[in-house]
């Protein structure tokens, strides 16, 4: 493949799919089912390996790329863009973390260059919870032999039936316990899915319990491996692609809800009115406020992920973008249900889906509360920083003297 992807056409084939996949999104929501026809789309368009590496047979795109094409689909179904922001995740860390062997990097690209082999990290558990609160995972992997022998429980396995791999954050059982993500193949012995993911939003992303029963891998299928009492280690500036991919989703389902408004309300007019809701001042204002939330939610996840491929640094304001853009789409889905009327609650039309959805955004971790505290924290070590430094004042000194005479007023 070319570096010299025209990406404009890459993004429009992804709206076009967005919308194709838009008029599908009710039955997977009703349903619950897995939308593997839209990652067979997905693949046949070309898209699975947007930010897949060049030599590997991918796009070589950027952040602002993926954040494009998720947006795209989010806006048509979220369940579908969620699954594939973390194949992104997943695949850009392939590309640049340094973290991957070779033999793993030519085995999940090869892969996803023939057909549909889906990646994703599991590190959620039941007991512990999220690994950003700072606890060490309980599943663990034995060393037997040539073989690493893992046993766990992982919940929140996103995308769970159309996954190839599953990246699995273990604990050795050595005697100075290391931590790893353990490469996993889902066709291995001792996997198995356990059906709970029953959420009232993003109903087909399947995020389901994976149990791991002495599931064996070779020893160098090891993503990255350190000494567990370090700690899980994150890179700040890959965790921009998971802190602007993620909210992009949710925001994609807001714009979904206002899509639908401004449709039913320019269609929609009352024999009382005798003219469009639209027409309505108040409706006006409401669509007008959307758009306010709507547009900065645009330029902040923009602005981060153009600061990324230009290597700037953005510090904790990936997070706080995060944080912002998650709570402008549920206020643009709550006002949008206030508009729509008892026409925007019926299960006939989808900006209640849209709603649901977008509340689900406040699952993922961390949650708001953390990132606050994160900020907070980032906010006193600035100042720390900055009042250990003693200042010099600029020195007063007099005015000079006005080389031009001052001519008042008779």
Do not use: C
Not at 89 to 107: D, I, T
Not at 139 to 157: L, M, N, P
């Amino acid at each position: 493949m070319s570096v010299s992807t025209d990406f404009a056409e890459v993004i429009a084939r992804a709206e076009e799919l967005g919308r194709r996949i838009s008029l599908t999104a009710r039955h997977y929501d009703e349903t619950g089912e897995f939308p593997f026809a839209n990652f067979d789309a997905l693949h046949e368009a070309g898209l699975l390996g947007l930010v897949t590496a060049v030599e590997h047979g991918g796009l070589g795109g950027g952040l602002t790329e993926a954040l494009a094409v998720i947006s795209a689909i989010a806006r048509g179904e979220p369940s579908t863009a969620l699954v594939l922001s973390m194949h992104y995740n997943q695949h850009y860390s392939v590309r640049f973390s340094g973290k991957w062997p070779k033999h793993l990097v030519e085995r999940v690209t090869r892969a996803n260059r023939e057909g549909v082999a889906l990646i994703n990290a599991v590190q959620v558990e039941p007991r512990v919870g999220s690994p950003s609160h700072g606890s060490l995972p309980e599943t663990v992997a034995r060393r037997v032999g040539d073989q690493w022998r893992i046993t766990g429980h992982k919940t929140y396995a996103t995308g769970i039936p159309l996954l190839r791999w599953v990246s699995v954050l273990a604990v050795t059982d050595e005697p100075k316990p290391r931590l790893g993500n353990f490469l996993v193949p889902t066709s291995a012995d001792g996997i198995r899915v356990e059906k709970t993911w029953n959420a009232t939003g993003m109903r087909a992303t399947n995020s389901d319990d994976l149990i791991l029963d002495d599931v064996a891998i070779p020893l160098e299928d090891v993503l990255d491996i350190a000494p567990a009492s370090e700690g899980l280690k994150r890179d700040e500036r890959l965790g921009a692609w998971y802190f602007s991919l993620v909210p992009a989703i949710y925001d994609g389902a807001a714009q979904g809800a206002r899509d639908w408004l401004i449709e039913f309300t320019t269609t929609r007019a009352p024999a009382s009115l005798g003219a469009p809701l639209s027409t309505v001042p108040r409706i006006q204002d409401g669509i007008g406020q959307i758009e306010v939330w709507l547009t900065a939610n645009r330029r902040l996840l923009r602005s981060i992920a153009e600061d990324f491929d230009a290597g700037r640094p953005f510090g904790p304001d990936a997070a706080a973008v995060k944080h912002i853009v998650m709570e402008n789409a549920i206020a643009v889905t709550t006002l949008a249900l206030e508009l729509g009327g008892n026409p925007g609650i019926s299960r006939d039309h989808p900006l209640e889906r849209h709603h649901r959805d977008a509340l689900s955004g406040k699952a993922h971790a961390p949650q708001n509360n953390l990132v606050r505290t994160m900020l907070a924290k980032a906010a006193l070590g600035r100042h720390a920083a900055t009042s250990a430094v003693p200042l010099e004042p600029v020195p007063v000194r007099a005015h000079p003297q006005p080389r031009l005479a001052v001519v008042g007023r008779s």
